[in-house]
């Protein structure tokens, strides 16, 4: 980027930790100055702390599936831009079903209005924002559980399944106005959700969770799980100037395991 080129937006969600944070850093090393948010405001100045001095041009920490607060943040970044280069919805949650049937439908409501009720409404809100001129990009991050199901995450993979076929119809709106939009499905990565995943194994099976992760990483092609920076560096790839012509995709990540 030259010194008189106007700089370079990326919008981040969800950027206070594991992918989230690995992005936001990726992004500003390759130039992008970015408006964060995230639900956890501590996590979210941990994020600003390790990014470069003036690469965060707004960080912001608040519940996406309250619809004032999501409106009131969206409405100020648009205020201060007048177009965005990139988006990246990363925010979500994760967890297992619950045991009763009321605690199971409200853990599938939380998890389906962050899942996907907060991304459908980030993306539709930005879109009319995103450059028009063939380098306008969206990066969903979903789930390998997006293709898969697994028993005891019904909700999730939902969810995930959910945001990839979002994914996949409104690439075909967005590309008249020449904006790709892409998924990226990460297998077992070493993150918080991660390590919650071990814990519920170790648990299932009565082992420890370095015996539990020690086995997910032996199943795995590659001998161990992804690291946040990998899926923070497909991200990068699929927001830049070569990827112009791949939209509509559910690209998975998963240390080799073909089937998923």
């Not at 992918?19 to 639900?39: F, H, V, W």
């Not at 405001?41 to 519940?63: K, N």
């Not at 309250?66 to 925010?91: I, Q, Y």
């Not at 499905?185 to 969770?209: L, N, R, S, Y």
């Amino acid at each position: 980027m030259s010194e008189n080129a106007e700089p370079l937006i990326a919008v981040v969600t969800g950027a206070g930790r594991g992918i989230g944070r690995a992005i936001a850093k990726r992004l500003a090393t390759d130039g992008y100055r970015l408006e964060l948010c995230n639900l956890d405001a501590a996590e979210l100045e941990s994020t600003r702390r390790v990014l470069p001095p003036g690469a965060v041009v707004g960080a912001e920490a608040f519940d996406l599936t309250d619809p004032g607060a999501h409106e009131t943040w969206m409405k100020g970044l648009l205020d201060r831009h007048a177009s965005l280069d990139v988006l990246v919805a990363n925010a979500g949650i994760g967890g297992p079903d619950a045991a009763t049937e009321a605690e199971a439908l409200a853990h599938l409501r939380r998890v389906l209005a962050v899942n996907v009720t907060a991304v459908m409404r980030t993306v539709r809100r930005f879109a009319p924002a995103l450059r028009r001129d063939g380098r306008g990009r969206v990066v969903v991050v979903a789930s390998v559980l997006g293709k898969m199901g697994v028993p005891g995450f019904s909700a999730y993979c939902a969810s995930k399944a959910s945001v990839i076929g979002f994914v996949r119809a409104v690439a075909l709106e967005l590309a008249r106005k020449r904006i790709t939009i892409n998924a990226v499905c990460p297998g077992w990565t070493d993150t918080a959700m991660a390590q919650q995943g071990f814990e519920a194994i170790a648990a299932a099976t009565g082992t420890t969770v370095e015996v539990a992760r020690a086995q997910v990483e032996a199943g795995l092609p590659l001998g161990r799980i992804v690291r946040p920076e990998e899926i923070a560096g497909l991200v990068a790839f699929l927001a830049g100037p070569d990827c112009g012509a791949m939209s509509g995709q559910a690209i998975t990540m998963s240390a080799g395991d073909l089937q998923k």
